[in-house]
């Protein structure tokens, strides 16, 4: 990331952690995955908190992007809602708790999704995430959403 100092801020189950980047109060959120992927996915914190609360399939989506197609993107966030609307139908309201918690308002799920595919964009090509094991891919994956069969 150009030299730029990161702090560790969180973790995931999957060994994933995200990273403050940068100094002062408006930093860009990174993620690094534990399967070599990384990237930005919010311009700050807050938007970040917003994002995970928001659209917790955030990973899938970019999974499914068809190497970062906006419209692909759309598509996938569209079954993984239903998907999980499905398996847990408290989950709306389970995100609403968390919002208020954080004092956060929870944008629809198609602003999200434009802003995550914003982020994730804005990462030039010098903007690499490299540590002891080596140099990290982009987010973006390479599946079209017609590649889960449930979805067709």
């Keep these: 990331m150009s030299g730029l100092p990161l702090e560790a801020v969180a973790g995931d ?3 994933g952690k995200f990273y403050l980047c940068g100094e002062g109060p408006a930093r860009p959120v ?3 995955s534990g399967e070599g992927e990384a990237g930005v996915i919010a311009r700050d914190f807050s938007e970040a908190l917003g994002l995970v609360v928001g659209l917790p399939y955030w990973r899938d989506c ?12 759309r598509a996938a966030a569209s079954f993984l809602q239903r998907d999980m609307l499905t ?3 408290e989950m709306v309201s389970a995100q609403s708790r968390a919002a208020g918690t954080l004092g956060l308002e929870i944008k629809p799920v198609p602003v999200l999704v434009e802003h995550l595919h914003m982020a994730v964009r804005s990462a030039g090509p010098a903007d690499v995430f490299l540590d002891g094991t080596g ?10 959403p017609s590649r889960n069969p449930r979805w067709r």
């Design 135 to 144: 140099e990290y891919d982009g987010l973006f994956g390479p599946f079209p």
């Design 87 to 89: 398996s847990d139908p």
């Design 30 to 32: 990174w993620y690094a």
């Design 13 to 15: 189950f999957t060994g």
């Design 62 to 73: 970019l999974k499914y992007s068809d190497d970062g197609d906006l419209t692909s993107m």
